[in-house]
DNA sequence: GAGATATGTCAATAAGGCTGACGTAACGGA
DNA sequence: TCCGTTACGTCAGCCTTATTGACATATCTC
């Protein structure tokens, strides 16, 4: 431990013993931990969790959204979502309508409340992203979005890049 | 709502009404995801969750680190933090040790045990981000690295600076 | 010596996640 | 038409991680 000035090692291709990169591990984690929180104090007030902030989210982006692909998305157990989508509709930020082609499903549509909830809840994120991009330019910001796809498991890239970029409704209505 | 294609407002400098960053909202929501994923494996091995590593990731990378220190970083209560920190502890991955100016703190360091399993957690985050690095290079990553921090706190970022560029041995022993 | 600080602890509670088991309705193919 | 599968809901119990509030102790600082 004592004596830092080791060996430094050939710089090999994927060295075996590289330091690990603790400079992007730490920074996403702080820039995760600021950035959830924002919308905190707006959940609070109308008795929700981060749980319903992020179902509200999705199906806002993706009307027509089903209970399998919202699964799919958050990577949690029905019991789980249903609780928190049951307090969504209850309390009218969100609707069900049984599918079209399939009426075993149940399409996830946001109410005009929740579409307005969704807004407000995504605005002090935004503006967090835009003082961002002040800071060190709109390349920097792609840069970052770029990196960030190739973080996400591969199974699941495609996927992703449908939701991202391919939004917009799709199913019902 | 129907009706997509609506006039295109004259892109003006921070126009209010302008979409929100949607892209960077869900992509940073998708690799995070993935990105806490990768430890849990061996984590439940060892009977500890996602709580437990964050202590020991910084401790590990900053031996001699507060209580209140951190608190700090973690943004979470002294109660809350106090639990995962005795079993830490109590299973020897960590070891107090009174401050030696200020003996009311109590410096954590981490065991060979604890350095042990802080770079065995690291390692599938490391292999992910050295994928992400391969796909999109290395200048994204440092593009990355510049957009994240920018989108920590602003009071919070000299801190931040410190701790992930400035780190090492500090205090005691 | 007195007040502030750093930390520990007890107790109660809440949010958000899990597993397992079971029920219902609808789809889809033999 | 029957039957297995799928999509979803629900009941019950449990765990982890967080919270608030109150109080205790040791130490620092003035």
Do not use: W
């Not at 000035?5 to 291709?13: F, V």
Request: aromatic content about 8%; charged content about 30%.
């Amino acid at each position: 431990m004592s004596g830092a000035l080791a060996e430094a090692p050939p710089a090999a291709a994927t060295e075996p013993d590289a330091e690990p990169h603790f400079d992007v591990i730490e920074l996403l984690f702080f820039a995760y931990r600021d950035f959830v929180s924002d919308p905190d104090r707006i959940l609070t007030d109308y008795g929700f969790g981060r749980a319903h902030h992020r179902v509200l989210h999705f199906v806002n982006r993706q009307p027509g959204l089903t209970i399998a692909e919202l699964l799919d998305i958050l990577r949690i157990t029905k019991q789980s979502l249903n609780r928190v989508l049951k307090e969504l509709v209850e309390k009218g930020f969100i609707e069900q309508r049984p599918g079209v082609q399939d009426r075993r499903q149940r399409l996830l549509f946001p109410t005009a409340k929740g579409r307005s909830l969704a807004l407000a809840l995504s605005r002090p994120q935004d503006e967090r992203i835009r003082r961002a991009i002040n800071r060190c330019g709109e390349e920097d910001r792609q840069a970052a979005l770029r990196f960030l796809f190739a973080m996400i498991d591969e199974n699941d890239r495609d996927h992703v890049a449908r939701l991202v970029y391919g939004a917009g409704e799709r199913k019902g209505q």
